[in-house]
């Protein structure tokens, strides 16, 4: 029973190199619950790995057909191993997040073999405040980083006390059976499959839309503000990567990013934008790498439903992209934040004066190049469309639990590509904005510096707001 | 500073993908000196990783120079980044060697990047009798798997007082200084790479040699007993290979396997064959794939001094390799030892009656098809030469130390292969024999399940001996 693969996952299994692995991870931090025993994180592992049924998604592995002359297909994996997709490890002493994060870093560093389906899970023991983390990777030909933490999420429950929950790869029974072709299960919010998908087959009615986009074009060339980015400056951030990457972490309460909001006329997500374009331009100083024109980030929105009329085909929401001018040479936090703020505020004028598919066309025009130019072998980037993509992706505002262990904490781990060597990825979660930094471990030095950056940029813009 | 990258070792690099990776490992296991704090581990991997200056051979990667035309060369690694390549990790509770051996497993089944210098080593604390493993890798065009255990054994004392030992990375200071290009250091025994390097470079020396070799293939053809063998069964061992590996590793005291030896007229590599054979035939036989004739290994082995005029240019010893039939068909353990012993014998025979080099040069044509296969891109091994490769390799006889900490065990880790899926390699320390056995972690279900039937098979022995 094979199924052939869609053009988008068969560009991201293709673009796959061993310096470019395309999965997509998550990190999750647990409490356990009262009354634990010390075998409680062997039995948790045992939980997630003695599954009855595994859902098709998670059966399913590429495999190049001889029949169709090559083509790329799915296949169920005959052989299935369950224990060699749902590990168990531990951290050094002292275990601190520091060492978690250096593992996470290792396992977010090795590819996914074809042979087998496209994903693993690692229960990780040895935190030494007691908790308990879980690694995910996921390929992102199966599923967009968005996606596979919702998938992760989706299994876990508000109340403590409910037990006997399944694992995020089982057969659910409750749930509405996915096909039985192994066929991914309905996209949730899939912002890069979307817009590839869209460069690769909406071209032809986005090629008639004369409008809106040449205006864009037009404000973007005379390198005003706009939604598409055409000046986006060379950094060390904007170079060819190695395989080897490193994971940075933390969250911070959402309740100071809206504050400094309130206070100054911003939005969260432009706190969020501030809080980066003050950490790398410190992080990029100190370096002695700072461009002297600010660096342009790609940042996903949300188009709502009722300013969209194309609804995605699987009932996700349309999402367009949005090129933020950083503001990183200025040198005042407050200015940075305004700056940020007029960058977003005309972006998102400029996509909704289009329909939806030109939006998404657009968006593709900006965002194609990063992710095509590797599937098409393209070695290296002229000039880069932006110079790092940050996603902010709303989560869960209630506390959530598995089998009665409390959830606190969900970060995620992304792809860094050619000429993309930092990703930042954020999510919302029970009252937290977790922040997810996944760059190449050499393109971009002491990734974890940024932390500090980020911590200490929130707190002069909370200086700034007068909070 | 780049230097061409020899023919070997350009072939072990080139054969190389994602399904065969191509480097050896090592595990050690120590036992912490008296007095050690909580700490030890930690100071144990600070030890390992804080070191002054870094030999050569371990600095340097693999690049392909535009300038030389595509040709690969070594070059330093300019930014060379310790952490990337001394680990330390720990194992979940309960912290058995079974969790040992599956992160051996899982370190083991991970590609080196070309990027940098091809080592790592990982520190291993969390097993729970309190002793500590390190696991070391390094590509096969480095060292070979022989050489690269003695590397980790020389930085090693008899003396347990002796502290501020170095790492067998770390340049010593009284050591012969490798060269400043970064050439490997004297091979220790190189069986792989010098039976390649015969096969490529003295096939033309070789091909006049009529005498010895017509013989023994004429001998081979009638099925006889040879050095040479051409009538090797298909197994489930002999398929192509997926990148995922299982290591399992045990150790017997030598005494025992003397003992049998002793009382049956044999000798102790006969006893390690004749356990490898009855181990074999009891997991084939649980798989219903046993098949109706012999399995054939290829044993590599010395070759004398006096023997032999060829001295290896480095010094080492010359090799050869002898085709023993392992009476896999027989159901007696004393008929299959004594099987073994016959068919060793009389392909000793059959070496020492060709000069050394047409020696070397026919254990070319016998294991050139398994290593030079892959690199030509030939996928399945058609008829296979041989089952697999049994090796056995003698160690220091004396307990040894590092800093104090007593190395207790040393198993080695070496290279399935497409056609070969099994590779079981054994060496000697301290009184003890330490099996390793690497497998295909698809092709050879429950490959620990080896461990008892090796284990039984040793009991059987010495019951059919009567010791």
Redo the contacts between chains.
Sequence with gaps: MVNPIDPTATGFLLAEN??MPMHVGGLQLFEKPEGAG??Y??EM?EQMRDVDEIAPLFLKHPHRSARTAGQLVWRPDE?F?IE?HV????????GRIR?LLE?CS?LHS??L?W??PLWEAT?I??LRDGRVAMYTKTHHALVDGVSAMRLLASVLSTDPDERDMPAPWAMRPGAPRPAADGASPPSLGDVSAQTVRAALAIASEAAGMPGALVRTLNRSVRNETSALSLYAPRTILNQNI???RRFAAQDWPIERLRAVGKASGTTINDVVLAMVSGAIRAYLLELDALPDTTLVSMVPVGLKAKESQLASSDGGNAVGSVMVQLGTHLPDPADRLAAIHRSMVDGKQGLSSMTPTQILAMSALGQAPAILGPALRMSGIVRPPYNLIVSNVPGPRTTHYWNGARLVGTYPLSIPINGMALNITCTSYDGKLCFGLTGC??TVPRLQLMLGHLDAELRALERAAGV
Excluded at 87 to 94: E, T
């Design positions: 061993r310096n010390r075998g994180v062997r592992y052989q191993d060699h590990r168990h490890s531990a951290l050094p002493k002292p060492e593992l290792r090795t590819r073999a042979e087998r229960i023991e040895g190695t395989g080897s471990r050499r």
